[in-house]
């Protein structure tokens, strides 16, 4: 029976190392996996790290992968969970030509009708940012390219969990052994 292959989101909670994001990399290389998203951050506890990485693999693979990750010195703990147990986001900016801001009223109604917000606007450009899940963006996306697009960056997923996570006070008595 073939198992089937989920978006998921994988949280790694880290120590700050130089090199750790080689070592991810390579666990996902060695089995042939692409990233779709990855964000780093500080996590909610001081000195510990957090890597938001977002991969379309099976469970069985992401039980393999959590454990590979688990076994580097800086990784103090590692999960994944599916699209229904997380919240999650993502964002973008878009360069535009300033003049089709004023000249094309349909971009106002884009904008509006997106909950879009813009940034910053001078003579030569403006710049909108959207925050959302990937299909708003794309569809946002494609809205705007009839108009033509300048510069266009999306960043990764973030998500939390929906069910409480007892990971908190782990990473704490983790930060208070450390100092």
């Given amino acids: 029976m073939n198992e089937e292959i989920k978006t998921l989101t994988i949280s790694i909670y880290t120590e700050n190392n130089i090199g750790l994001l080689n070592r991810i ?4 290389q060695r089995r042939g996996i692409n990233v779709e998203s990855l964000t780093t951050s500080q996590s909610e506890i001081e000195n510990v790290n957090r890597f938001v990485i977002v991969v379309n693999i099976t469970e069985t ?5 959590v454990g590979q990750f688990e076994k580097q010195i800086e990784v103090i703990r590692a ?9 999650y986001t993502e964002s973008c900016m878009f360069k535009i030509k300033s003049e089709l801001l004023f000249e094309e009223p349909q971009i106002q109604n884009i904008i509006k009708e997106s909950n879009t917000r813009i940034v910053t606007v001078n003579k030569e ?5 959207k925050s959302g899940r990937r299909h708003e963006i794309e569809s946002l996306r494609s809205q705007l390219n009839v108009f033509g697009i300048m510069q266009f960056v999306r960043a990764g997923r973030i998500a939390v969990t929906k069910d409480q996570m007892k990971v908190t006070e782990m ?3 983790f930060n208070n052994q450390k100092q």
């Fill in 25 to 28: 990399s390579a666990i996902f």
């Fill in 61 to 65: 693979q992401a039980k393999k992968i």
């Fill in 79 to 87: 999960y994944y969970h599916t699209d229904e147990e997380t919240i």
């Fill in 125 to 129: 450009f403006f710049v909108l940012e």
């Fill in 171 to 173: 990473l704490t008595a």
